[in-house]
């Protein structure tokens, strides 16, 4: 299949050839027809699988010959959960866009409204917002959203499950109900289609892997570790080649500091991303890593939902989510478009849980495999009784060395008889803002600003 058997126009297929884009992704094949015929779609792809250009293509071509409004309100809306998602789809909308006349621009917080102000008021064809910022511009009316012909919901789970249902029902209210609506994910759990099924019409289903798989390509390892050593665990893995790029996933914001700092001290090179930093330090930070200036990035959840590297080839679970359906999003930062990915979890006898809860996701068996030299005083536990993290347990704390240079289990060992059933898990630092507990998931928390 090619991308002119879609029906894209010229244009378009000049700007996807520069790309380097040879032919369509299965998620691009499946749905691009179907938004270019107008049909509402609902369509789980996996991370990595080609999900944006599989609406910003045909958002395109459909801008391209229909006339702009009066004042040129904005035509089309992209919803994302984080600012660096709706960074990076402008990108990929410009890119794909680069011999048209369509403006498009983000709004999201963390930055001055004023400049999003001006591109409004200049008129832009295509909005990329999180929720929170684009309430506010709805509530100061600095943004007309009445003529958007097109609503595309990216990573439309995590939206409704990081609280964002209230802020979400008020941006639909403002949206003509005469619309087309995109919604695309990784995941789709059955009660969060069922609530995207209220403000659909009819939608077709694309789904071109089943739901929650990873990609392919990628090989999952797990090293048992005790607590007290993930650390030196983690330096061990990374100084096995300190120029391999690495995403290190820390469940806690200020674990994802003290781990910076630790690896910053043991001569690598490393910046963390979540959501207690400024814009700027997060821009920073990903740009960074992106050009090699460091080879570590350690991140909470926000950033399993925004960056794409090329061919990253190393992802690490310092910790493992509390939410079995984040390590999919995770591990999808590796592996992506057809290169080959390594996913290392470190996980201690208090994790037992979160990995069991992840190997029954993905109906796969992940190799466990001990690091010599780091073998754990507790063996982890993978029946069905087994332990998970106290809830408001903390990151293990830094190896305390004894007088005889012994490291000493430092916590969380004494969670592990902390039983949880499933589904009751707490989630910290797991989204953009979300501190909040997670009683039940997809309960959606109060709305939160991004
Ligand atoms: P996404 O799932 O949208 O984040 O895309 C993952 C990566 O695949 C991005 O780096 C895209 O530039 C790339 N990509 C998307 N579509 C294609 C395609 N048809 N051919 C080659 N690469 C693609």
Known sequence: MSFESLGLAPTLLRALAEQGYAEPTPVQAGAIPLVLQGHDLLAAAQTGTGKTAAFALPLLHKL??????????????????????????????????????????????????????????????????TPGRLIDHMQQRTIDLSAVETLVLDEADRMLDMGFLPAL???????????????????????IKALAMQFMREPREVTVTPPNTVAALV??????VDA?????????????????????????????DKLVTFLNASGLRAAAIHGNKSQNARTKALADFKSSRITVLVATDIAARGIDIDQLPMVINFDLPMVAEDYVHRIGRTGRAGSEGMAVSLVSHDESGLLRDIRKLLKDEIAVDDVAGFEPSTPLRLDAGAPRPKQGQRQPRAPQRTQGGQSQRASGQGASQAH????????????????????RRHRPRPAAKA
Do not use: C, W
């Open 169 to 191: 029902k008020r941006i639909l209210g403002a949206l003509p109900r005469q619309r087309q609506t995109l919604l695309f994910s990784a995941t789709f759990a059955p009660e």
């Open 420 to 439: 949880r059933p499933h589904g009751h898990a707490q989630k910290q630092g797991g989204g953009e803002h979300a501190a909040g507990n997670r009683k």
């Open 228 to 256: 007290s050593r993930k650390r030196d665990l983690l330096l061990h893995v990374l100084s096995q080649d300190s120029r391999r790029q690495t995403l290190v996933f820390s469940r806690t914001k200020h674990g994802a």
């Open 219 to 224: 090989s999952h390892h797990v090293h048992p």
């Open 64 to 129: 391209i010959d229909a006339p702009a409004t009066a004042a040129r309100r904005p035509r089309a809306l992209v919803l994302t959960p984080t600012r660096e998602l709706a960074a990076q789809i402008l990108d990929n909308v410009q890119a794909y866009g680069k011999h048209l006349r369509i403006s498009a621009a983000t709004i999201f917080g963390g930055v001055g409204m004023g400049p999003q102000i001006n591109a409004l008021r200049r008129g832009v064809d295509i909005v990329i917002a």
